[in-house]
């Protein structure tokens, strides 16, 4: 019996009728070693090329059989479109922001091109490459950083977070409202390109902030974001989140990314009938270090609690085995027989 991917994934993110297997997703990144190897691509030129940039999100879902194709690995794409310095790693080592612009919280240029700007032109491009390969057949997620993140980029993280600490409640408004469109103008474009469901990336968590300063601050944040957006959101924080779930669900998000510190009963014990849940898998002690039957046992248990989209809890390490990725797609497809990508057999 064919199945199709697209179809799985955006039932269970919109609480459909359940398909004939859970799907198998991740709206980071499952960008690995092995993964490069197989596609022929690697890092950095996976970052800044858009033609690499799809090759490497496809083999995810051509090689594993994850139902979801995700092409932006980095989280600093925005930042460099907004003028900050970026060091694009290698292989072995992911992109990260070198001096902040705005760390004396003097207001943001948002250029009138931003969207133009190679770091964002590379994702759009390579979401329209993808759209033309797998467009209907799979999921194609985009990734957006949120306010809250792009102010650690453009400011510091230990810099922003000492504002919010310090009570400067002006000084932190002023820097998130003046990032909330660029926000809102990737997303769609991200949609306009072909992505079928957009990742807010938004990293307020509960190591770093309280509850009730995502209530205070980004809440309502969120709420305009998800507002103006042209399709369905998932939430991405980092983190044991178990103290804000609630205030999640308020959003307007259509799903929750989250981590395997948050226990998946619990979740859709809480938030499963308001948003859908995604994820869940441990990246460092099952999925880099374990072995496939540790991650085949907490895929299981996830499916079993009822998360909507099973897969890792965030962008894998880059040394992750594909043979333990692939354990996530076997716990999915448990009880139908694989013939051949996106058909099972009963």
Known sequence: MKINSYNLVMSAMFGGRRGLRPPVGNPTSIACHGLMDRAGVSFPAAHLHSQAMAELAIAGHETLGFDTVMPEY?????????????????????PDVK????????????????LEKPSCRVVLDAISTIRRHVGGRAAIIGKVMGPWTMSYHMAGTQNFLLAVGMGEKEKVRRMLRQLVPVTIAFIN?????GADIVVLADHATRNL??????????????????????GPIIL????????R????????????????????????????????????????????????EDVYKQARYAIEAGVNIIGPECAVPLS????N????????????????VGTLQR
């Open 209 to 230: 902030v309280g509850p009730y300063h995502y209530e205070e601050y980004l809440l309502p944040i969120h709420q305009e974001i998800t507002a103006q957006a042209g």
């Open 189 to 193: 474009a991200q949609f306009s390109a």
């Open 320 to 323: 992750t085995p594909l043979e």
């Open 99 to 114: 001096g902040f612009p705005n760390g004396d919280f003097s207001d943001i240029s948002v250029p009138a091109d931003l």
């Open 74 to 94: 980095s989280v600093v794409q925005e930042a460099a479109a907004l003028g900050a310095q970026v060091d694009w790693g290698g292989r072995d080592k992911m």
């Open 245 to 292: 779930l609630e205030l999640f669900a308020q959003s307007g998000v259509d799903g929750y990314h989250f981590e395997w510190q948050v226990d998946s009963k619990e979740a859709v014990r809480r938030v499963g009938d308001r948003i859908s849940l995604v994820g869940n898998i441990n990246n460092p002690q099952a999925l880099l270090q374990g072995t496939p």
């Open 325 to 340: 990725l692939r354990a996530i797609v076997e716990a999915a497809e448990e009880g139908y027989p694989v013939t051949e």
């Open 236 to 243: 991405h924080v980092c983190g044991n989140c178990s103290d």
